[in-house]
């Protein structure tokens, strides 16, 4: 039964000892260790909240570094005209074979259309037909109704340098607080807090 499922975390351990002045910085080193022991380790749960509706969906992470989080989507999408309502986010990455999670909470701002071309640019060729031949997010007939899209698109940027869609691009996550979670034996896990105040992060341990 669900109610007996059940895993005592005994991984790793967090304390100050780890933690670093910045989150990102941390978050760059627990990514790393992700990428080399997780199947999905960019994966993060993206939330968003318009007239009181919170909604989630998993999208990839493309770049992390001190200024926040950058991923891409089509802006048409529901997410994106979310995000045009209301620029509130959260987001979450769950590691389970390092049994370790870490939570953001902050503000997305778009990416200038430079930068997201040039990332539009590195993407397998039929990634960015993809980007062309969805239109996301909208009701479509049927599956052949996205096929023959996608086979227009081919057949337009035939022997073509493929140009990054004016409705598709990126976004960067600037985030105001930051917490990571290590899990530990009998449910007493780790748990640490960034948060930014002044143009200044403070750190906290809170009780799991």
Not at 80 to 89: D, I, K, R, S, Y
Not at 122 to 127: I, K, L, N, T
Not at 176 to 188: C, H, I, K, T, Y
Request: with cysteine.
């Amino acid at each position: 039964m669900l109610r007996d499922i059940r895993k005592n975390y005994r991984h790793d351990f967090l304390d100050e000892s780890k933690l670093t002045g910045h989150p990102l910085q941390l978050f760059q080193r627990w990514l790393d260790e992700a990428i080399q022991h997780e199947e999905e380790p960019t994966a993060m749960t993206l939330s968003t909240v318009v007239d009181g509706q919170p909604d989630s969906r998993i999208v990839l992470l493309k770049q992390a570094d001190e200024a926040g989080l950058v991923f891409f989507t089509n802006y048409h999408s529901h997410k994106g005209a979310q995000l045009e309502q209301n620029n509130q986010v959260a987001v979450n990455f769950f590691w389970p074979r390092l049994e370790r999670q870490v939570r953001v909470k902050g503000r997305v701002e778009k990416l200038p259309d430079s930068r997201s071309a040039e990332y539009f640019k590195s993407r397998p060729r039929d990634s960015q037909l993809g980007a062309w031949a969805s239109p996301q997010s909208r009701e479509i007939s049927s599956r052949e109704e996205l096929d023959e899209r996608f086979a227009q698109f081919d057949k337009h940027f035939e022997n073509l340098e493929i140009e990054k869609p004016p409705h598709w691009g990126g976004y960067l996550v600037k985030p105001a607080v930051v917490e990571f979670w290590q899990g530990r034996p009998n449910r007493l896990h780790d748990r640490f807090c960034y948060k930014l105040e002044a143009k200044q992060w403070t750190v906290q341990r809170l009780a799991p």
